[in-house]
């Protein structure tokens, strides 16, 4: 069976205040083409399916559409696992409707392990490949609590359940290495050595619950991961991937390539790995330097390539300033309309910069913040010489438990 494993398409994302319908169309439509030319038989999606647990009617839209089209391919098998960002009920309500079109829905960690474990077979019925489904592993799903333990105790049992998770598939697995079956297993997490970019969000309290790629049982033929949105190997690790957001989801990854990854085995062992690009339908450009660079760079910018108009975040370094900086710019955008300012960064002025560097780091506009970044930035205010590592550990906590709240 040829395998497309993607992840991280976060749809119903917004950038600033603008959503991203027309980008994650283009990619499903470039989706459903590949699969076709490709020939792929088993599409495993790795997590955040959906950038929200509350989907707006838009987003629903698109996946349903998208799972309706992709019955008419060849494409026969279908796995999606919940991520970090995902509803474990949103998921799993039509979990029994999609069963029949053969789309196998993991929304969230299920009681009985071997619900995980998915056989695919080929038309005539024989057994070609399975799959470990594993979504993402809340912390409920990984340990239980222990009155009076220390937040390093935490952050241990939180690792230890995750590997244990995995492991617990070996014991299930010997039948199928035995018969040069292969065994992929999918996951959505931050496994240790891996790239983030500003648009991830910590899935865990502490360093996310870390995983080493030794930590993976070596039955798994291949690891499909999500969560990370940069395409990348696992410490180097050829068998272990993250195949990335397919749509740059902040400026940080401006320079990112997008993919996919193409698997084929051959006598149970991945025998050939092909990353695919997915093209890019609207291009994020970052721009900063002096007045007269950002309005020369804005002003030859050539959006030819892409079909969508350019979103841009623009900051200007000042030695002085400026009354009407934003007039000036609006001028040079009048021209381009292929070119949306959607940042527009506080100026640097040049005369300021070392005292400012001494005072504090420079300010980043509210919406561009996550939560955590905001309330560290509140503990400085307010506690300027204390060590706010343990009131960042409690707030970490508290936001998970907000969101398994939101779940039950």
């Not at 395998?3 to 205040?17: A, E, P």
């Not at 077979?121 to 489904?133: E, S, Y």
């Not at 969000?201 to 995983?211: A, C, D, M, S, T």
């Not at 999500?226 to 740059?248: A, D, E, F, M, W």
């Amino acid at each position: 069976m040829r395998i497309l494993h993607t992840s991280d398409w976060h749809l119903g994302q917004r950038l600033v205040n603008l959503e991203r319908t027309e980008e994650h169309q283009c990619f499903l439509d470039w989706l459903l083409q590949t699969i076709e030319q490709e020939q792929v038989e088993v599409l495993l999606i790795s997590g955040d399916v959906f950038d929200t647990g509350a989907p707006s009617n838009t987003a629903l839209k698109q996946y349903y559409g998208f799972l309706t089209k992709i019955c008419s391919t060849c494409c026969r098998h279908v796995i999606i696992t919940g991520g970090n960002h995902d509803s474990v009920s949103t998921l799993n309500a039509p979990k029994e409707l999609l069963d029949c079109l053969h789309i196998k829905v993991i929304g969230g960690a299920t009681e009985n392990l071997l619900d995980e474990l998915i056989e695919l077979h080929d038309t005539n019925g024989k057994l070609q490949l399975v799959v470990c489904a594993v979504p993402f592993l809340r912390d409920r799903d990984v340990r239980l609590s222990v009155a009076g333990e220390t937040y390093e105790e935490r952050e241990q049992r939180i690792k230890q359940g995750i590997a244990a998770h995995y492991q617990a598939f070996v014991p299930h697995l010997q039948p199928y290495k035995e018969q040069q079956v292969p065994v992929v297993a999918m996951g959505h997490l931050f496994a240790a050595g891996g790239t983030a970019s500003e648009s991830e969000k910590e899935i865990h309290v502490g360093n996310l619950g870390q995983i080493g790629a030794d930590q993976f049982p070596k039955e798994f033929d291949y690891v499909a991961l999500g969560h990370l949105h940069r395409p990348q190997q696992v410490n180097k690790t050829h068998h272990i991937r993250y195949s990335g957001s397919p749509i740059p989801l902040s400026f940080s990854e401006v320079t990112d390539r997008k993919l996919v990854y193409i698997l084929d085995f051959e006598h149970g062992k991945l025998a050939n790995l092909l990353e695919l690009e997915v093209p890019c339908s609207r291009k994020l450009i970052r721009i900063k330097g002096a007045l007269e660079k950002v309005k020369q760079q804005l002003a030859v910018y050539d959006n030819s390539e892409y079909s969508l108009t350019a979103w841009a975040e623009v900051q200007v370094e000042l030695d002085t300033p400026l009354p009407d900086l934003n007039q000036q710019l609006e001028e040079v955008l009048k021209l381009k309309p292929e070119i949306e300012m959607l940042i527009h960064r506080p100026p640097v002025i040049q005369s300021q910069r070392q005292t400012l560097h001494q005072q504090v780091e420079q300010e980043a506009d509210l919406h561009t913040l996550q939560e955590k970044e905001v309330f560290l930035k509140r503990c400085e205010s307010v506690y300027p010489d204390g060590d706010h590592q343990e009131l960042l550990a409690t707030f970490s906590e508290l936001l998970e438990l907000m969101g398994q709240e939101k779940e039950s």
